[in-house]
C-alpha cells in the first residue's frame, strides 16, 4: 500500500506541473511582442518619472513632462548610430553613456528607454554619418577616406550630445532639489 501511495502522489504532482506550466505558457502567448503598445509603454514610463520625482501637482507635471520628453528624445538621438550599439543594431539593456538609472534603474529605456540605436533596433535607424563610417570600414576604404568619415561622426556625435546637455539644463531649470535627485536617479540628468 505504500508504494500505491507513493506513486498516487508522484503523478498527482506531475499533473499538477504539467498543468501549472501550461496555464503560465498560455497566460505569456496573451503578452507576447504581438500586443506591444509603445504608447501604454511611454505612458509607464512618464509615469514612472513622475513618481520617482515626486511629483503629485498634475499642472506642475504637464510642464515637466514637456522637458522630461525632450531629454528622452535627445538621449534616444545621442545613442542613435553611436558605438557598438549603432553599428551592430543593439537595442536595450544596461546604463546608457555613464548617465545611471532608466527602466529598473539601468538603462534610461530612456526610457523609453528604453535604447539601442542600430539598423532597426529599438532605438531607431543608425545616422547616416554612422552608416557612411560603417559603410567606408565593410569596403575596406583608404585611411584618408576613414578618417574623413570618422571626423563626421564625431562632429555630429558632438552636436548631438550639446542638444542634450540643452534639453538636461532646460528641465532642471524646472526641478526642485529633490525632484533633481530623482531625474538623476532615473537617468535623465547627470
Given at each position: 500500500?505504500?508504494?500505491?501511495?507513493?506513486?498516487?502522489?508522484?503523478?498527482?504532482?506531475?499533473?499538477?506541473?504539467?498543468?501549472?506550466?501550461?496555464?503560465?505558457?498560455?497566460?505569456?502567448?496573451?503578452?507576447?511582442?504581438?500586443?506591444?503598445?509603445?504608447?501604454?509603454?511611454?505612458?509607464?514610463?512618464?509615469?514612472?518619472?513622475?513618481?520617482?520625482?515626486?511629483?503629485?501637482?498634475?499642472?506642475?507635471?504637464?510642464?515637466?513632462?514637456?522637458?522630461?520628453?525632450?531629454v528622452v528624445a535627445a538621449q534616444r538621438e545621442a545613442?542613435?548610430?553611436?558605438?557598438?550599439?549603432?553599428?551592430?543594431?543593439?537595442?536595450?539593456?544596461?546604463?546608457?553613456?555613464?548617465?545611471?538609472?532608466?527602466?529598473?534603474?539601468?538603462?534610461?529605456?530612456?526610457?523609453?528607454?528604453?535604447?539601442?540605436?542600430?539598423?532597426?533596433?529599438?532605438?531607431?535607424?543608425?545616422?547616416?554619418?554612422?552608416?557612411?563610417?560603417?559603410?567606408?570600414?565593410?569596403?575596406?576604404?583608404?585611411?584618408?577616406?576613414?578618417?574623413?568619415?570618422?571626423?563626421?561622426?564625431?562632429?555630429?556625435?558632438?552636436?548631438?550630445?550639446?542638444?542634450?546637455?540643452?534639453?538636461?539644463?532646460?528641465?532642471?531649470?524646472?526641478?526642485?532639489?529633490?525632484?533633481?535627485?530623482?531625474?538623476?536617479?532615473?537617468?535623465?540628468?547627470?
Amino acid at each position: 500500500m505504500n508504494k500505491l501511495n507513493r506513486i498516487v502522489v508522484m503523478a498527482s504532482l506531475a499533473a499538477g506541473l504539467f498543468l501549472g506550466t501550461q496555464s503560465l505558457s498560455a497566460q505569456g502567448q496573451g503578452q507576447g511582442r504581438g500586443n506591444f503598445d509603445p504608447e501604454q509603454m511611454r505612458q509607464r514610463m512618464m509615469d514612472r518619472y513622475k513618481e520617482q520625482m515626486g511629483v503629485t501637482d498634475d499642472a506642475e507635471w504637464k510642464v515637466i513632462q514637456e522637458r522630461v520628453e525632450k531629454v528622452v528624445a535627445a538621449q534616444r538621438e545621442a545613442r542613435t548610430g553611436g558605438g557598438l550599439a549603432g553599428m551592430f543594431g543593439a537595442g536595450g539593456g544596461g546604463r546608457r553613456q555613464g548617465q545611471g538609472g532608466g527602466n529598473n534603474n539601468n538603462a534610461e529605456a530612456t526610457p523609453g528607454a528604453p535604447r539601442g540605436g542600430g539598423r532597426g533596433g529599438l532605438g531607431g535607424e543608425p545616422s547616416p554619418e554612422a552608416e557612411a563610417l560603417q559603410k567606408a570600414i565593410e569596403s575596406k576604404a583608404s585611411a584618408e577616406e576613414l578618417k574623413t568619415k570618422l571626423a563626421k561622426f564625431r562632429d555630429a556625435r558632438k552636436d548631438k550630445e550639446a542638444k542634450l546637455e540643452k534639453a538636461q539644463a532646460d528641465l532642471q531649470k524646472v526641478l526642485s532639489a529633490r525632484q533633481e535627485a530623482g531625474a538623476v536617479l532615473v537617468g535623465l540628468l547627470k
